[in-house]
């Protein structure tokens, strides 16, 4: 990452290189803080944050499930997310708005402590998301099960939840893969580290409905809201690791790896080890709509 540009810290836009927070600030031990990941595209009528609205309410949802005060309204954090943009310069980006208790009282109890809220944004380098963006990515079946909404509430897109997520990812990654697909507590699939999943058998698209375990991810919603305006339907039901193996196709979805082709799910091959014909369709269909060439779907962008 460059160490270069502002980053706004409640309220001011600091310096990178001043945006610090003190060695005892709550979340840095208790994992008490919630975060969004955001994307603004390059279209050819100007920057635009995709479905802006939808990140800052799940950011707020994600706030009140950790009995989160916030100091600002949702306004205030729209604005501030399209004036750190602004500030950085950048055409494109990847924006993190972050809330996390802070420094006050050192103990458990994280309510007494003030929420403070920041928001970086960076150049988007496609990285992590690579895999599977032209190619396929090859995914392993986590040995490390999905926490579970009787532990946690998972609609909260909680950094709590995301330690879970790093140990499936590492074990993928060390194990030779690019990904890991977690199993919830009853065995069904749930979703991908960081994406939500889709499975398409027979020409039918199936995804694992939310009560599985995975987030409410807003391109998960993005695309099943375009499959469905172009006439198509997606069925939700729980999924089983054979229903992954038999896969015609699967791709997942999220805001940095947007709409991603799988093409191996521990030793066996998924289709005939290339990206399906509908997987390739929703790529093509989502850049459209993130480009702006969807006119049906300009809503879904706020030119900055
Ligand atoms: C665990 C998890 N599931 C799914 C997603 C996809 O969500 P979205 O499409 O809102 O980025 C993400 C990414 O934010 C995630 O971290």
């Not at 897109?157 to 990904?179: F, H, I, P, Q, T």
């Not at 698209?205 to 469905?228: V, Y």
């Amino acid at each position: 990452m460059k160490e270069i540009g502002k980053i706004w810290m409640n309220r001011k836009l600091v310096p990178f290189k001043d945006a610090k927070v003190h060695v005892l600030t709550h979340a840095l031990h208790y994992s008490t803080s919630i975060f969004e990941g955001i994307r603004c595209y390059n279209t050819p009528n100007g920057s635009a944050i995709f479905r802006l609205p939808e990140h800052v309410d799940r950011f707020f949802n994600s706030a009140k499930l950790y009995s989160m005060k916030m100091q600002f309204s949702k306004k205030e954090i729209s604005d501030a997310i399209i004036k750190t943009v602004k500030a950085n310069g950048l055409k494109e980006c990847y924006i993190r708005p972050l809330a996390y208790y802070g420094f006050g009282t050192m103990g458990l109890t994280p309510t007494p402590n003030k929420v403070d809220v920041s928001i970086a944004c960076w150049e988007w380098a496609m990285g992590e998301g690579k895999a599977g963006k032209f190619s396929g990515a090859r995914c392993k079946v986590s040995s490390w099960i999905k926490i579970d909404s009787r532990s946690q509430p998972m609609q909260a897109k909680a950094a709590s939840n995301y330690a879970n997520a790093a140990l499936a990812r590492v074990e993928a990654l060390e194990n030779g893969y690019d990904e890991a697909i977690m199993l919830n507590i009853h065995g069904k699939v749930a979703e991908g580290s960081a994406e939500n999943i889709f499975v398409v058998k027979d020409g039918i698209i199936q995804t694992p409905p939310l009560s599985a375990g995975g987030l409410e991810g807003i391109t998960r919603d993005s695309i099943i809201q375009i499959i469905e305006e172009n006439g198509g339907f997606v069925i939700e039901r729980d999924l089983e690791r054979g229903d992954l193996y038999s896969a015609d196709e699967i791709f997942m979805t999220g805001t940095a790896a947007e709409v991603k082709s799988v093409t191996q799910i521990d030793k066996v091959i998924i289709g005939n080890a290339k990206m399906g014909k509908i997987t390739k369709e929703l790529q093509k269909s989502f850049s459209d709509v993130t480009m702006g060439k969807d006119e049906r779907f300009l809503p879904w962008l706020t030119f900055i």
